[in-house]
């Protein structure tokens, strides 16, 4: 089944075949390349299984310098980027984020300043077992060629980051025991058409069912496979085979 593109394909491919840290960065930094985007950022935030080391917990382009001076000035505890990042479910795209206060303008500009980019997608990632993540990408797109491509990229980025999260998390030894039930048929059936970017609504569709039943069936898949949301159901059953791309 085909996602988006040979991008997706390929990202996902590479990702779940790095064999290190410093591979996976490699990985990333290639794979945006070819989606012409700027800088990428991830950081694991909280996880039971290991001790966190802040360096050795991040993958990330953005200068080392203004990272640094980030944290210094404790941008970190007023960014909005970061603080919705803690309270949100799903990937968000930064043209809502608020910027009319003249601390956050000040942010921003200085952001900018230090090449993060002019447009921006970040993806909380929370993992049933209590691990958290922040996964973001930046680009220098046009808004109006962003703006077409948005949509897109939120959904590709959403996936790839979750995938980037657990081979982190596999690389650090962490490992991810799913819930060795069977997925259903049916289960099957409504994670192919997650994949494939069908809403509840399309998916109830094309298989006859009732949207109540499909939205029952993808909830049972993420609860066999100990994931939080849908979007993490979807790219867990990519990574353990059960659907393919």
């Known amino acids: ?26 990985v990333l930094e290639g794979l945006f390349a070819s989606y012409g985007l700027n800088q990428v950022a991830y950081h694991l935030i909280a996880t039971p299984q290991i001790d966190l080391c802040r360096e050795d917990d991040s993958i990330c ?18 960014c909005p980027i970061v603080s919705t990042a803690k309270v949100s479910l799903s990937g968000f795209d930064w043209a809502g984020i608020e910027r009319s206060t003249p601390i956050l303008r000040r942010i921003w500009e200085e952001a900018q300043d230090a090449g993060l980019g002019r447009n921006g997608i970040t993806v909380p990632i929370r993992g049933a077992g209590g691990d ?5 990408v930046t680009s220098n797109l046009r808004e109006r060629d962003w703006a077409l491509l948005r949509r897109r990229y939120l959904r590709d980025m959403q996936m790839i980051g979750l995938m980037a999260h657990e081979r982190f998390l596999a690389l650090k030894g962490v490992e991810i025991v799913p819930d060795s039930r069977e997925i259903t048929s049916r289960e099957r059936e409504c994670l192919e058409w997650a994949a494939a970017g069908k809403t509840i609504e399309d998916t ?25 949301t849908k979007t993490h159901t979807v790219a867990r059953a990519i990574q353990l085979g059960i659907v393919s791309i």
């Open 1 to 26: 089944m085909t996602f988006q593109d040979h991008r997706f394909e390929d990202a996902i491919e590479r990702i779940e075949t790095a064999r290190s840290i410093d591979d996976l960065q490699h």
């Open 61 to 78: 382009t953005i200068p080392l310098e203004f990272r640094q001076y980030f944290m210094l000035r404790r941008y970190d505890a007023l």
């Open 132 to 136: 958290r993540a922040i996964f973001s």
């Open 204 to 228: 109830a569709t094309i298989l006859t069912l009732s949207e109540r039943s499909v939205r029952g069936y993808l909830d049972s898949a993420r609860q066999k496979l100990d994931c939080m």
